[in-house]
């Protein structure tokens, strides 16, 4: 069984940045994408950013395009989510997720992390 261990959340004022890290216990044919999604309170879960196997992201969502920027480790089997200029509108519980496709759903993906807090004061 995959598991996804997060961190790095945590509190930070707007305009600042933050790193989520999140290691897989193994990589298999089922996670290879791994990437982000978030959650803030009444909101659906929407994708943030992946990365394939191979490098290859896909497209950022529009919400966060220039400020986060999503890379593997040379071992592959850590993802990173680099936060930069944080509004107070990126305020959820971010996900790290693993996924046998390259896709945007949910419902797509295999194996979730616990999630960790991230929290921007305007």
């Known amino acids: 069984q995959v598991q996804l261990v997060e961190s790095g959340g945590g509190l930070v004022q707007a305009g600042g940045t933050l790193r989520l890290s999140c290691t897989a216990s193994?990589?298999?044919?089922?996670?290879?994408?791994m990437g982000w999604f978030r959650q803030a309170p009444g909101n659906e879960r929407e994708f943030v950013a992946s990365?394939?196997?191979?490098?290859?992201?896909?497209a950022d969502a529009d919400s966060v395009k220039g400020r986060f920027t999503i890379s593997q480790s040379d071992a592959k089997n850590t993802v990173y989510l680099q936060m930069n200029s944080l509004r107070s509108e990126d305020t959820a519980v971010y996900y790290c997720?693993?996924?046998?496709?390259?896709?945007?759903?949910?419902?797509?993906?295999?194996?979730w992390g616990q999630g960790t807090q991230v929290t921007v004061a305007a």
């Open positions: 997720s693993a996924a046998g496709r390259s896709s945007k759903e949910p419902s797509q993906v295999g194996y």
């Open positions: 193994m990589r298999t044919a089922g996670t290879y994408s």
């Open positions: 990365i394939n196997w191979s490098g290859d992201r896909i």
